[in-house]
């Protein structure tokens, strides 16, 4: 046997799953773009207050409507406050919302996805009667009723986009759930005694782990579209929150003098979601075991 083949086995015989799906992950293209993308979004999140010197809310009249420039790179919008400015600090709102709305509802899909995939029989079937409901409304849709019902608010939004994706989490951890209850090592578990809530979350949920992230992931965008969407119509972050969506909608007046106040919060949400969906491919790739090492 050649050194490279030994080694070749060596490695894979004492990797875990873990490093295994990094190194993939690592190699792959599209997820290094993603995570560039992201990690800038990041920084900027993190260093807003320290790279631009303007205030992304104090209105200054006299420079209302000034086109891109050395002072003003991303010129300003019809109260004079810097765009460029405004829209660093709609990274961090727009980022918040996305992470908390999937933490939102993938936590409650996850465990009620588990009890019911696991549980079976009538609480199996009333919960994904109650998720077909749910269902039969789009996203937006449902989360604008949300919003009707709650009132217009940041806190709102993130709290109405995390509902409507809570049946999506639901039905994928289900399905995994039931494929994954049948396998031996879940039988052996309950032949030593071991209680439900010992084997759902100990020996069923690591099962459910990798797609779960997969999705995850990619719902993050989703969530920053339809946050983006709810504020443009006026549900979402109010004045003079510098939200993308609300700063779009801001700039919809002015679309014919002053192309920029639309044209720079668009592309700070469409690098955004490319991002989050680039490295969303990446994951699922390294994450799936039928993919070759």
Known sequence: MSRNAYTHMKRGAIESPARIAVRRLLKSP??????????????LTLFSSLISPYDP??????????????????????????????????????????LVAVGLGGSIGLVVGLISGYSGGIIDLLTMRFMDIMLAFPGILLALVIMVILGPSLRNVMLAVGISDIP??????????????????????????????LIMFRHILPNVVAPFIVVSTLEVANAILIAAALSFLGMGAQPPTPEWGAMLSEGRRYIRMAWWM???????????????????????????????R
């Open 30 to 43: 599209s997820a290094l773009v993603g995570m560039s993308i992201l990690g800038c979004l990041i920084l």
């Open 57 to 98: 809310i104090g209105i200054s009249p006299r420079e209302a409507l000034e086109r891109p420039s050395t002072h003003h790179l991303m010129g300003t919008d019809d109260l004079g406050r810097d765009i460029a400015t405004r829209v660093i600090f709609g990274t961090r709102i727009s980022l918040v919302i996305g």
């Open 168 to 197: 999506m989490y639901v039905r994928l951890v289900r399905g995994s759930v039931i494929s994954a209850k049948e396998n031996t090592f879940v039988e052996a578990a309950r032949a030593v005694g071991c209680n439900r809530w």
């Open 262 to 292: 639309i044209t720079f919060p668009g592309l700070m949400i469409m690098l955004s979601v490319l991002g989050i969906n680039l490295l969303g491919d990446g994951l699922r790739d390294a994450l799936d075991p039928k993919v070759r």
